[in-house]
């Protein structure tokens, strides 16, 4: 909310009688996050950022949901930063952490659906939700190769 000082008509002399605000509430911003992307599974982490539309005098909570058909876990596909994120007072951004766990299993590429939930101290915008996939680094097909060069 802004609240100025209102004047005479004359725009010169502040209202007789003692000083009068007009109030105006300031547009609520938004959180958003990235856009969908992929990456080797080899990779060691991904950062998945949340955009605030404008900076708040308030510190911004963002719950956030995990879906999708990779298993989020210690010794699973991959570990994610806790539920909620925050994006403090006077800051725009904030990221969700994913740690990618490399494994040898020989499976398909799987997928991480990052789904926010309603925040605190602000609005939800658009997109609200991001997948990141997950590349299988193919080693299957590698095997395939050697075996069939010998």
Same mark, same amino acid.
């Given at each position: ?42 990779? &060691?982490?991904?950062? $998945? +950022?949340? @955009? *605030? ?9 963002? #719950?956030? !949901? ?41 499976? &398909?590429?799987?997928? $991480? +659906?990052? @789904? *926010? ?9 658009? #997109?609200? !939700? ?21």
């Amino acid at each position: 909310m802004v609240c100025l000082p209102l004047l005479n008509f004359s725009g010169r002399m502040p209202l007789a009688g003692g000083q009068a605000y007009g109030c105006l509430p300031l547009p609520t911003p938004t959180v958003s996050i990235a856009s969908s992307s992929s990456g080797a599974e080899s990779v &060691a982490t991904k950062k $998945v +950022v949340l @955009t *605030l539309s404008a900076a708040s005098a308030l510190n911004v909570t963002v #719950p956030f !949901s995990l879906s999708g058909t990779a298993t989020v876990g210690v010794g699973a596909d991959y570990t994610a930063t806790s539920s909620p994120v925050t994006i403090l007072a006077g800051q725009t951004k904030t990221t969700i952490t994913l740690t990618i766990n490399n494994d040898s299993l020989d499976e &398909a590429n799987e997928t $991480v +659906v990052i @789904t *926010l939930g309603t925040p605190t101290n602000a609005g939800l915008g658009t #997109p609200s !939700s991001s997948t990141y996939t997950i590349n299988e680094i193919g080693r299957a097909s590698c095997r395939e190769r050697a075996s069939n060069r010998a």
